[in-house]
């Protein structure tokens, strides 16, 4: 493959396979691979079927063996199933913890011996992450040294899957990494069922100008799309258009998350995704337009660790990046998550977020830098004509002293500054929570939005003791709709002396006596 070459993939037709990009095209002259033909799109698959051995007990095993070392996704007669799991629904509690074991009265290894299983750990509202257990004793698992930024703690929840132990339901399924084999319980022998043999659809590598026009991906393991991360390379001059994405394990695209400048993603339609859809890390100058996304991070249990798991689009600290017109269903997580001078997220729609993990936002930014000072900006932000309906917050496997639910339609968290916040629409159904929320910050304008619903419609607060200052609320509506809600709720000590309030209109029908919380 040369530079300027097209490759293209007949439609109505399905490849099984991937491709690793061997080298780059150049500028006026990407290397692309497309489509011919008229119909539905090529498939690009990493699916294999498979025929089924009777274990007993409604236990059956496939017989097709992979190569890969996990099982991330498997289709079932067209649906997105995770893997069988113990409890069933919610949490168990961590008597004890550390960043090696836990300990917890529902585990007794004479009973149940969970070696081998994987075990989901809530290390803090935004975190369930993921380990495999190295051996059990009495009631106490072993695992290898966790994140040591989020170390398990007692009172937080966990619960186990991917083990034979905990498939006791119909469809219920785990692999077996030793074997390379799935094990499902079922009543009868299962049928339709497609498991990933594939890890990744089209392998960029380290290489620059290519193309991908108008295929769809389907059954990969970890990405539809992948890029070399090493900080030492970059990825220039990637167009991603027209595709479509189905059944992935990971993200359905992800770039290099510091130097793939440039790169355009428009146009694609991506669905059932088990991490996220479109990552781009800290790229500058990225377009994100017009994408579609349904369902992504959508299973609790099957995303990855961190902080960008179960999310829509990850962009969390490129430059002049353009996230525009793409409309986002069912993310776990975070629908937008973004920062970055110049960054614009305009005219977007973010409907359901935030009901695996907590604490984050319909459209959510973060300092890349953290939250210890206020970083403050050469170019200016902007957030402007959004539509976010729904972060409800779960709680489910917090400690103690979190219960409240904190999911917000928009969420400037941690500090974040120098950020026009204008035009836009957001509904929070959820009684519990927010619709936006200024998490300290400097220099932000909010300006004729729309905030309806949920407890808090406008929340402020003082993030690591640093008074927020030089924000301005000018000709917004906030309307609450219960008695026990709030349109704007301040938890600061004062009103800076720096700030501007004018031209809000503050509804609450119910018990208005109490519209603004000081």
């Given at each position: 493959i040369l530079p300027g070459n097209v490759v293209r993939f007949r439609c109505n037709q399905t490849y099984y396979g991937?491709?690793?990009?061997?080298?780059?095209?150049?500028?006026?002259?990407?290397?692309?691979?497309?489509?011919?033909?008229?119909?539905?799109k090529p498939i690009l698959s990493g699916f294999s079927s498979t025929n089924w051995a009777n274990l007993g007990s409604n236990l059956w095993e496939s017989t097709t063996v992979s190569t890969l070392s996990t099982c991330n996704i498997l289709f079932n007669n067209g649906l997105n199933l995770p893997y069988g799991r113990m409890p069933k629904t919610g949490y168990w509690n961590m008597d004890n913890a550390s960043q090696t074991n836990l300990t917890a009265s529902e585990l007794n290894s004479a009973t149940t011996n969970w070696g081998g299983a994987n075990v989901a750990i809530k290390t803090a509202r935004w975190h369930i992450d993921r380990y495999n257990v190295t051996s059990h004793s009495g009631s106490t698992l072993t695992f290898p040294p966790t994140d040591g930024n989020y170390i398990p703690e007692p009172d937080w929840g966990f619960f186990l899957q991917n083990h034979v132990k905990a498939c006791t339901v119909q469809n219920e399924w785990c692999y077996n990494s030793t074997t390379?084999?799935?094990?499902?319980?079922?009543?009868?022998?299962?049928?339709?069922?497609?498991?990933?043999?594939?890890?990744?659809?089209?392998?960029?590598?380290?290489?620059?100008?290519?193309?991908?026009?108008?295929?769809?991906?389907?059954?990969?393991n970890s990405n539809g799309?992948?890029?070399?991360?090493?900080?030492?390379?970059?990825?220039?001059?990637?167009?991603?258009?027209?595709?479509?994405?189905?059944?992935?394990?990971?993200?359905?695209?992800?770039?290099?998350?510091?130097?793939?400048?440039?790169?355009v993603i428009t146009n694609n339609i991506i669905d059932e995704c088990n991490d996220g859809g479109i990552h781009v890390g800290s790229t500058d100058d990225a377009i994100i337009s017009d994408n579609i996304m349904t369902n992504t991070g959508n299973l609790v249990g099957m995303g990855q660790n961190g902080d960008e798991s179960y999310s829509g689009i990850v962009s969390f600290a490129g430059d002049n990046c353009k996230v525009y017109r793409n409309n986002i269903t069912n993310a776990g997580y975070v629908g937008i998550r973004w920062d970055g001078d110049g960054t614009e997220i305009v005219n977007n729609t973010v409907i359901n977020t935030n009901y695996i993990k907590d604490d984050g936002g319909g459209i959510y930014n973060y300092p890349n830098n953290g939250d210890d000072t206020i970083d403050t900006h050469v170019k200016r932000r902007l957030v402007k004509g959004n539509i976010v309906i729904d972060a409800p917050g779960n709680n489910e496997g917090s400690h103690p002293d979190y219960q409240s639910l904190e999911g917000y339609c928009i969420y400037n968290d941690g500090n974040s500054s120098d950020t026009d916040f204008i035009?836009?629409?957001?509904?929070?159904?959820?009684?519990?929570?927010?619709?936006?929320?200024?998490?300290?910050?400097?220099?932000?304008?909010?300006?004729n939005n729309l905030f309806l619903g949920s407890q808090r419609v406008l929340r402020s607060h003082v993030v690591k003791n640093i008074t927020p200052l030089a924000h301005q609320y000018t000709n917004n509506t906030y309307v609450a709709k219960e008695s026990n809600q709030y349109p704007i709720y301040w938890q600061i000590p004062a009103i800076p002396a720096s700030w501007l309030l004018s031209g809000n209109r503050y509804a609450k029908p119910i018990d208005d006596s109490s519209a603004k919380m000081w």
């Open positions: 991937g491709i690793n990009i061997p080298r780059s095209g150049t500028i006026g002259n990407p290397i692309i691979f497309s489509s011919w033909d008229i119909g539905n390379k084999k799935v094990t499902m319980y079922s009543t009868t022998m299962p049928t339709n069922i497609k498991i990933p043999t594939v890890e990744i659809g089209i392998n960029l590598n380290a290489f620059n100008h290519i193309t991908i026009n108008n295929l769809a991906f389907e059954g990969y799309i992948f890029a070399n991360l090493s900080d030492l390379v970059s990825n220039t001059g990637i167009t991603i258009q027209d595709c479509k994405f189905d059944f992935i394990g990971k993200f359905a695209i992800f770039t290099n998350r510091r130097k793939s400048n440039g790169i035009d836009n629409f957001c509904y929070n159904s959820a009684g519990s929570t927010g619709c936006f929320f200024m998490n300290g910050g400097y220099n932000n304008i909010v300006d």
